[in-house]
Each structure stands twice: as C-alpha cells, then as structure tokens.
C-alpha cells in the first residue's frame, strides 16, 4: 500500500495536494482484436504488480532500480490490438512515466544535475522539482549561477565522485536529453491519458499482494485519479518547456573547466563574459513559452474535472486513492474566510474550485493584486500581466537588469573592487544625486504594463537612493575584508 502510494506520488497523482493513434488506415477500417488485446493488458497488469512489488521489497523507490519495461511493452501490444482498450492506455501512460527512470541518458541527466545542486544521491523525483531552485537562481544573476557551480563542482571532486568539470554534462546537453526524451514521453503519456478520458466508466484496479495479507489491497483507479494524473503531467510539460525555452549554459567555449579558477579576477571575468558575450538567458525557441502557458491552462482544467468528478461519486470511497474527504480537507485548508490579511483579489475564495478560478485568472490575464508593497501601511494595487510571459516572452533576459558597466582594468587589483557599476541609459556611472538604478523596461517584458517610467517603478516600490548603495561589489569582498572602495 505505501509503495502504490509513492509511486503514485512519482507520477505526480501528488500535486493535488496544493491545492489515438492518427496513422492511416484502410477505408474498411483497422483490424482490432479486443479479446486478444484484453488478455494482453491482464499480462501486463500482472508484470506491473510485480515491479511495485519489487520496489516495496527495496524498501524506497530509487531511479532505474525497478524494471518496468515487460509492463510497457505488453501495454503497447495490447494497444496496438485495440485502440480502444482503456485499460492497456491507461497502463501505457504510467509506465511510459516510470521507464524514464530507466533511460541512460536521463540517468546521466540526474547524475550532473546532482553535481549542480550538491545531493549525495540523484532522487527520483529530484529531476522534475529539485532543479526548479536552481533555474531560478540562474535567472536572478550570473553571478550566483557561477559561485553554484564553482562550490558543487569542487565539492564533488573532493568527493572523488568526478575527475573534472568535463565529467558534468553541459547545460545545453540537459536541454538537449529533455526536449529528445523527456518531453516525447509526457506527450506519449498526455495521448494515452486523453483516451482514457473519453471513458466514463473507466476503472483500473491493482491488487498489491502483501505477506501479512493474503487477499491483498485492492485501489481503484477512476477518472478523478486520471485528471489529477493529466494535470501533473502538464504541469511538469511546463516545467520543462521553460526551463528549455532559454539558454541557461554557462559553459567556456563548451568546457565547465574554468569553474576550478577560484581567483576574483577569473570569476569577474567570465561575469562579464556571460554578461556581455555570451548567449546566456536568451531564448532559444519562440513557441516553448506559449505552450508552457497552455499546459499550465490545460492542467488547471483537468484539475476541475477531478474534483467535480470526485465530488459526485456514489459509490464506496474505502478504495479510492482521492476521496470526498480530500477535497473536504482541501476546501478547509485553502478557506480564506475570516482572514484579516487576505488581499482584496484572493476574498471570497472558500474551496478548491473557487482556488483554481484564481489560478486561471491569474494565468489567462492581468490581474490586479492589492498588498502593501512599499511599507507605508497602504495597500496599493499593482497590475500583474503573467501572460504576458508566456505569449511575449522577452527575449533576452539579460536586457532586464539595470543598466551597468564593467571596468576590467581594475579586475587584477586586489586593493580595489572597483570594476563594476550601476550606470544611466547613457553610461553614465550613477551617484549620489541619481536614481539607485535605471531599468531598461520598468514593465519587465510587460508583465507589470502600468509602470511606463522608471520613476514610477521605484515609487510604487518605495525604492529610495539610500537603499542602494552607490558602489556596487559583486564578489561582496567588503564584508570579507578584502579591497577598499574607491568613489
């Protein structure tokens, strides 16, 4: 019962907590053999039972340790004998997730991204969610991506785990394994899911056999389940196209090498680099972001269909994976009623559904959210236009920070760390009569569209000179001792 409840948790059945074939075909029509194919799917079935079985005899659920290739290739036998088999399509898709762990290249994938984030062991799960802090780290600075990867690197090679920064895949290599692996088996398991859909009367039950219970625990699969599977699935679709839509390598003429050069004028350097001459975090493919939205669309409409198909079941909930009470639980635990700090835009949310609405607004458009931005015990109302990330996305992210300037005649000095600075449109270094900065696009590609100006940016925000300092260190080797300012 606890391994089908992590393996449920795999396949992404979990995120309900926070909240066919087209090919051609003869003008008589395809052959089908339903018989042969049900048979099929019952073999299958029984294969996939023994693999979780396997994985409760392990103890924990760990990448590629499980076999669930014979489970797979039954289920897309018993298809191609029937399309129709819901059953076996139903199978398909969830094996089709868990032989990504099973994949060498997606292992090696794991194994680098480990490297990146300092994990003493690559998690099954760790792929799809443990990698989402460290793009998001890749997005606020170069800086913070170069010290991340320096740190992990280094701290690996003291482990003996890796010989060199080249053993690491490249960034560029972990898109490449995503868009070539990745993404086709979600895609495969959204088809197979979208079947399944069209079934109402859809039931998959799994015995799991248990020593100390000879009739074993029987859980049913329903559309509900199937929904929330969809939607999951979609979600990590998002997550993927975005975090391949940029490129995010930091690479040095496609070597990680230069990561073992701990000196501050090697780290500016390759600062200015990905700076100023490099392609990093600019986009890489148009349509990704588009269809990241449209997956995030599509999985919050999946998300209502579980829940309006959980809430008007009839039958026993004993064995149903996600029951009434779950989404009872839920409606108690994203209840907004009574709270005394709940911006105007979230009121009046009180369940699951009314939750999800919100999520859709936010997604489809702008949206006004109230909150006290700028300190002064006022709420003001900022326009958010989220959507306007995903249908124009910006196309170099880089173009969003301040305008700046490096001074690499001064990177050699150990005395000084004078060689950078905040500077006017004109490059003009700023003082202590100018803005604490300039931006570029105060709007940030559209996704705040009521701030024209770079004024009414930082007053809406309450940013004054004296937040900012006017000497910027970007290595912060003032607080370390090292170096004096020099105006």
């Known amino acids: 019962m606890k391994t089908f409840r992590f393996f449920l948790g795999v396949i992404g059945l979990g995120a309900i907590l926070f909240m066919s074939g087209c090919g051609k075909q003869e003008p008589t029509g395809p052959t089908i053999f339903p018989e042969e194919s049900k ?18 005899d392990m103890g924990e659920f760990s990448p590629g340790e499980v076999d669930f290739s014979e489970a797979d290739r039954l289920y897309r036998e018993a298809i191609e004998l029937d399309p129709s088999n819901t059953q076996a399509q139903f199978g398909a898709a969830m094996t089709a997730i868990l032989m990504l762990l099973q994949n060498e290249e997606i292992l090696a994938v794991m194994d680098s991204l480990q490297s990146f984030m300092g994990e003493e062991e690559p998690s099954a799960l760790g792929f799809g ?6 793009v998001r780290r890749i997005g606020l600075t170069p800086k913070l991506v170069y010290r991340m990867a320096k740190t ?31 993404i086709p088996e979600l895609d495969y398991a959204l088809a197979r899911l979208e079947i399944v859909e069209q079934d109402p009367d859809f039931q998959f039950m799994l015995t799991l056999e248990f020593p100390e219970d000879e009739q074993g625990d029987s859980l049913e699969v329903d559309l509900g389940e199937v929904y929330v599977l969809d939607a999951s699935i979609n979600v990590l679709r998002a997550f993927l196209m975005i975090a391949t839509a ?61 829940v309006g198909f959980i809430r008007e079941e009839t039958d026993p909930q004993d064995d149903d994976i996600i029951k009434q009470q779950h989404l009872e639980d839920l409606d108690s635990e994203v209840d907004l009623t009574g709270e005394s700090d709940v911006p105007q835009f979230l009121q009046g949310v009180d369940s699951v559904e009314k939750a999800l609405s919100k999520l859709r607004e936010i997604l489809s458009g702008p949206v006004q959210v109230d909150v006290d931005f700028n ?69 940030f590609g559209g996704l705040f569209p009521d701030f024209a100006t770079n004024q009414a940016f930082l007053a809406f925000f309450g940013i004054t000179r004296e937040m900012i300092p006017v000497d910027i260190d970007p290595l912060d080797r003032a607080a370390l001792g090292k170096g004096i300012c020099l105006q």
């Open 246 to 306: 940029y490129n995010l390598d930091f690479d040095d003429n496609g070597s990680y090498d230069f990561l073992q050069d701990s000196s501050d004028a090697e780290i500016l350097r390759q600062l200015k680099r990905l700076d100023r001459h490099s392609p990093f975090l600019t986009l890489k493919a148009s349509d990704k972001l588009p269809a990241a939205g449209q997956n995030l669309l599509t999985a919050i409409l999946r998300l209502e269909d579980a």
């Open 375 to 443: 300190g002064d015990g006022q709420p003001e109302w900022l326009t958010v236009n989220l959507s306007a990330s995903f249908i124009s996305p910006v196309q170099n992210l880089k173009g969003l920070l301040p305008y700046h300037e490096w001074y690499p005649e001064n990177f050699e000095n150990a005395e000084i760390y004078d060689d950078f600075a905040l500077t006017d449109a004109a490059g003009n270094k700023l003082g202590e009569n100018d803005p604490p900065f300039v931006l570029p696009d105060p709007t």
């Open 152 to 182: 992990s690197i280094q701290e690996r090679t003291s482990r003996g785990v890796a010989k060199s920064a080249q053993e690491v895949l490249r960034v560029s290599d972990i898109q490449r394994v995503i868009e070539q692996h990745f």
């Open 39 to 56: 048979t099929k799917a019952g073999q299958a079935l029984e294969a996939f039972t023994s693999s979780l079985g396997q994985a409760q």
């Open 129 to 134: 969610i443990g990698i989402a802090p460290n």
